[in-house]
């Protein structure tokens, strides 16, 4: 989302700054580099491209040695763009850096993005006045699966995060458990993380998670131990329950060392345990170094060969297999599955998010998929802030986990692409906002620190942001009610069946990716049908305004139609402070009709790389066809008003406007 530079409060301007093709470095774009209070901002001289960075996606910012040309830098950022400045100054070049590593290294929370003062993102969502509120409450979502019952109830032992501070302060559990062996579990766990509801299936088959025991060697808990069999018992149709530990089996026995560890199946009746082997946040983090790395080069011929280096797919594989062994065990088996990894907030939180994606279609639609999110990632404590890195904290906390489990959801949507009501887009827009910290929404590790940080009062929501955008995001080949949105999606998970995310880590490459894809064409044609039968309305209203016109043999061309009420065109307008509608009619001459036949191109232009504004679209961007004109406008276009043909007739012009908004501009 883009601002006019002259809302931005400019900090400095950098002169001849050259900027390089990624694609070929003997081509450079000469313009200007603004260093506002937000954003890196260049403007192309020639054509007047502007390329916009927010600070808080900076991933790096690494000086290159003295060139003929300049001080070569290089930014890359935490959405995949890379941009190589060539600063003609070692001053600018001085400048640019000290700004740069000021404002994109934030070390407190109230120094993000998402604290300051937005104009433009308060005329967008005035309607939420600054209301970051969960789109939804924990208990509703459990109401949704028939609780509480006689089986499971909600505790409110941790109201005050007491037990376990990263939790929520809602919990479900065993409604034949007791409080003190609640209390014990919860001292047995590691963070306090005890075991507790997370999905329930219809067949009464439950999904809990959990943090691994401080068992060490010998240790045991008779009420962790007591806690398991309750769980056990609320499923009649299993005689054991599953417990994963989703770690590799070494890295579990190191654990034990240190205190920690895995369940004692001797210790355990009925459980029948198994460890999956899906790696630490440091292999992941250095597996997605090397993708990063591979996708640069893309374009050369060793690339499957260094992409098959990384491992990246292999994970991805691992996340993915342990998500269908939950689906099979809950949905086929009917039994229970008790799920942690080494603390329960990081592969926890993806298999059983993806389990429940796979078991559920109600996850799968846009509104069910935030509710996922909010359930499984922020309320049941992913440490969002210290995985994305937005404070300039301990990089060795940094890994890419939620982008995993994104990725994951974008293999799901290849092989079932009538499935998901939301559609790729989506899933590139919410990764990147994820980092970008100008909403409240991810911001912090748990739902107490968001509420000790006040976002819900201070920051916007990237939910209400979505839904005023929400036709970018729909799937044209979604099908309510059939087969696959019904049903539980089983995947193919052999490694030939998963592709490289070409959209996402290759975005901003338009040397790469083509400058059309077939979905965005469908989109567009939904879109622009969408708009033909609206304006189809209002011309047989106009045909019938004409022959009523004709009957009174007026000679005037100009004279009013002065017809009965009910044909008088009816605008509606909406008082802010009363919040009411007003109407008001208005009587049309000839010419005011006449334009109306007259206001509409059907020869819309395919979509292409740069909008008429000289805007290059990436993978992610929203690209509508003007009614008026046929143009492709990029969304700021649209925002702004800009391209408007001054040939329309005010009344056609509004309804040109809400039906640009209705389709997502």
């Not at 999905?199 to 398991?228: I, K, M, V, W």
């Not at 509710?371 to 802030?385: D, Q």
């Not at 099908?479 to 949105?485: E, K, R």
């Not at 061309?557 to 017809?563: M, T």
């Amino acid at each position: 989302m883009k601002l006019d530079l002259e809302e931005s409060n400019v900090i400095t301007k950098i002169e001849n700054v050259q900027l390089e093709d990624r694609s070929n470095s003997k081509i450079k774009t000469a313009g200007l580099l603004y260093l506002t209070i937000s954003h890196l901002v260049f403007i192309e001289t020639n054509s007047k491209r502007e390329i916009w960075i927010y600070y808080s996606l900076i991933n790096s910012i690494e000086k290159l040695p003295l060139s003929i040309n300049g001080s070569p830098i290089l930014i890359r950022t935490k959405h995949f763009l890379n941009c190589l400045f060539i600063i003609s100054k070692e001053r600018d070049c001085q400048t640019l850096v000290q700004v740069l590593n000021q404002y994109s290294r934030p070390t407190k929370y109230h120094e993000l993005l998402c604290f300051r003062e937005n104009s433009h993102l308060k005329k967008l969502l005035d309607s939420t006045h600054k209301n970051n509120q969960q789109i939804y409450h924990l208990e509703s979502e459990y109401a949704r699966m028939g609780l509480p019952n006689n089986k499971w109830t909600m505790t409110n032992l941790n109201s005050d995060y007491q037990i376990c501070d990263t939790y929520p302060n809602v919990l479900f559990v065993p409604a034949s458990v007791e409080d003190k062996i609640l209390q014990s579990s919860a001292n047995f766990r590691s963070r306090g993380r005890l075991p507790v509801l997370s999905y329930l299936h219809p067949n009464g088959a439950s999904l809990t998670r959990c943090s691994q025991p401080l068992s060490g060697f010998n240790g045991r808990c008779d009420e962790d131990e007591q806690l398991l069999q309750h769980i056990l018992m609320t499923n009649e149709n299993s005689k054991f329950m599953y417990v994963v530990d989703t770690r590799p089996k070494i890295n579990a026995m190191a654990n034990k060392a240190q205190g920690k560890g895995y369940e004692n199946e001797t210790n355990y009746k009925n459980i029948q345990f198994h460890f999956i082997g899906i790696e630490n946040i440091h292999v992941m983090r250095n597996s997605l170094d090397k993708l990063v790395k591979c996708a640069d080069s893309s374009s050369n011929s060793s690339f499957l060969t260094e992409l098959e280096k990384t491992e990246w797919l292999k994970h991805i594989k691992a996340i993915i297999d342990t998500s269908v062994f939950l689906v099979e065990a809950i949905n086929d088996q009917n039994t229970s599955v008790l799920v942690h990894c080494s603390d329960g907030w990081d592969r926890t939180a993806q298999t059983c998010a993806l389990a429940s994606l796979l078991l559920d279609p109600y996850y799968r639609s846009i509104h069910g998929f935030q509710v996922l999110i909010e359930k499984e990632w922020l309320l049941f404590g992913h440490k969002f802030s210290h995985r994305c890195g937005h404070l300039f904290e301990n990089d060795k906390e940094i890994s890419p986990i939620f982008s995993q489990f994104l990725e994951c959801v974008w293999q799901l949507q290849l092989q079932f692409p009538c499935a998901f009501e939301f559609n790729e887009t989506y899933l590139i827009k919410l990764h990147e906002h994820v980092y970008s910290c100008q909403f409240g929404t991810f911001i912090g590790n748990c739902q107490k620190e968001r509420n000790d940080l006040k976002i819900n009062e201070l920051t916007y929501s990237l939910w209400d942001y979505f839904q005023s955008k929400i036709y970018d995001f729909i799937n044209p080949l979604y099908i309510p009610n059939s087969f696959y949105s019904n049903s539980v999606l089983r995947p193919d998970t052999r490694i030939f069946s998963l592709k490289f995310w070409r959209s996402l880590y290759n975005r901003f490459d338009s040397a790469i990716n083509p400058s059309e894809k077939l979905i965005d064409s469908v989109s567009m044609l939904s879109y622009n049908t969408s708009s033909l039968q609206e304006y189809s309305k209002l011309l047989e209203k106009r045909c019938a305004q004409l022959k009523k016109l004709i009957q009174l043999n007026k000679n005037d061309e100009n004279v009013l139609i002065d017809l009965s009420e009910d044909d008088f065109e009816k605008i509606e307008i909406s008082d802010k402070n009363e919040n009411e509608k007003k109407s008001f009619e208005k009587k049309l001459t000839l010419d005011e009709i006449s334009i109306d036949f007259n206001s509409i191109d059907l020869n819309w232009k395919s979509t292409r790389k740069n909008c008429v504004c000289y805007e290059p679209f990436d993978f992610a961007s929203s690209k509508l066809n003007c009614s008026r004109c046929g143009e492709i406008l990029c969304e700021r276009c649209v925002e702004n008003g800009k391209y408007v043909s001054h040939s329309i007739s005010p009344h056609l012009e509004q309804f040109n406007f809400e039906l640009a908004k209705s389709n997502g501009s």
